[in-house]
């Protein structure tokens, strides 16, 4: 198998790297003559655009702001926002904002050149014409959406999330500034960490798993084991957020060279039906999913526990084992879970014991996703993972 790697053009890291953005674009050989800043309230009244704007001023690049609030966007969200900006003489554009921002910046880009709907570049390998550059800052930690070849679009009618897989959805530069992760509410803090997290060790265990995907997987497994609690039981701690931030991103970047699996493939249906947002759903399901193949997991799973046992003694955290096996790893995800209060409950969602057939058949049509799982689940299978999220009097 030919292992293929790819990343931003550019990674600015580390705190203040914020400020250097400006820079950078007036230093490219195509400097931009009008940059579209989109972002979302939240970061917008904290006043993360409006520095931007001005360090854009000072190096003479014109800008506007398109401050939107956007959760898991449409993509006729998508062909609205375009409507909105796609006549403006922009020539870069830039997404301050977690993943739903990030990806509808990456979108947006390939849409202004390729003269044809989103919908039709859903799947892998179809867009055709490069896009306007981009710049993406994550304010989430996160989707790892800065360094992955990914845009995940929700289409209501169909009650299903898709990718559109392109690498022409690299950006030309991206920015790790922990500070502005700093604002990040303890239930997205939880929720988005658990999700990368997933990334990592989804892209280990995976069969596409190669010796670069395991290099930032192994990395990204150790990095939010000793960040991910700290986090969120104190978001003001920039030395958490950063781990975060990298673990985030070294997690995209497996990803991006190795592919995500079963629950990813799991979660879009209770996105796409149930409106269950990403890292959540993604959190509920990781320790089912891996319980439900340890049998094929266990020795990769026990390399994973040997770096999550890296970071959560250089976090301080007592009573891990010198040698960790596969069932510890299980034990500090269930802990994870409780500490984080991840819901275990579908029917808060209104999620019936009747729509667990329908959800199973969906996820196991995410063939992209599927095909990389290290057990070949049947649609039986899925539905029994399912289950165990639904309170016994109900299931
Ligand atoms: N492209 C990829 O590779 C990839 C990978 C995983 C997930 N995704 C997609 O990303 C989306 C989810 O992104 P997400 O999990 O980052 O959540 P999000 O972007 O939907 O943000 C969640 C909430 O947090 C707020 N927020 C974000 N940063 C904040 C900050 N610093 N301070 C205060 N509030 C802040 C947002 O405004 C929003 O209300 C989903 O659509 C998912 O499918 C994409
Ligand atoms: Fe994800």
């Given at each position: ?21 400006a ?11 009008r ?39 449409t ?62 800052v ?5 989707t790892?959406?800065e ?27 991206a ?7 700093l ?58 957020r ?34 269950i947002?990403?890292?959540t ?46 069932d ?11 500490r ?46 399912y ?5 016994a009097?109900?299931?």
């Open positions: 198998m030919t292992a293929v790697f790819q990343t931003a053009g550019t990674l600015l890291a580390g705190h203040g790297s914020f400020q250097s953005i820079g950078r674009l007036a230093a490219w050989d195509n400097k931009p003559q940059v579209l800043v989109v972002t979302s309230p939240s970061l917008a009244a904290a006043g993360w655009a409006k520095t931007l704007q001005n360090g854009l001023s000072v190096e003479g690049i014109a800008s506007d702001c398109l401050t939107i609030h956007l959760k898991e966007p993509a006729e969200q998508i062909e609205d926002l375009n409507r909105r900006v796609e006549r403006e003489p922009f020539d870069a554009y830039v997404g301050v904002g977690g993943g739903s921002i990030l990806d509808a910046v990456k979108l947006l880009s390939v849409r202004r050149t390729n003269f044809q709907p989103v919908e039709a570049m859903l799947g892998v390998g179809k867009v055709i014409r490069e896009g306007l550059p981009t710049v993406l994550p304010t989430t930690a996160g790892g959406a360094v992955t070849p990914n845009a995940i679009v929700t289409l209501p009618d169909q009650e299903l999330k898709v990718g559109v897989v392109s690498d022409r959805l690299y950006p030309r530069l920015v790790l500034d922990p500070e502005l992760t604002s990040l509410p303890q239930e997205a803090t939880a929720a988005t960490g658990m999700d990368a997290f997933t990334h990592a060790l989804e892209s280990y265990l995976g069969k596409k798993a190669n010796p670069i995907s395991d290099m930032y997987a192994l990395e990204s497994i150790r990095l939010i084991s000793g960040s991910l609690v700290r986090s969120y039981e104190d978001g003001q701690s920039l030395s958490a950063s781990d975060m931030l990298y673990g985030s991103a070294f997690g995209g970047m497996a990803l991006a060279a190795a592919g995500t699996a079963a629950i990813h493939a799991m979660a879009y249906p209770l996105g796409g039906r149930f409106g947002t990403h890292g759903a993604n959190a509920m399901l990781l320790p089912h999913v891996l319980e439900a193949q340890l049998d094929e997991v266990r020795g990769r799973l026990e390399a994973a526990a040997a770096a999550m046992r890296q970071g959560l003694s250089g976090a301080g955290e007592d009573g891990i084992p010198i040698q960790p096996g596969a510890w790893a299980l034990e500090q995800m269930a802990d994870w879970v409780k984080l209060r991840i819901p275990q409950d579908l029917t808060a969602w209104g999620v019936k014991a009747a729509d667990l057939p329908d959800l199973a058949e969906a996820a196991s049509k995410v063939t992209r996703l599927m095909a990389n799982n290290p057990k070949a689940f049947t649609v039986g299978e899925l539905e029994q993972i289950r165990r999220l639904m309170p009097k109900n299931a």
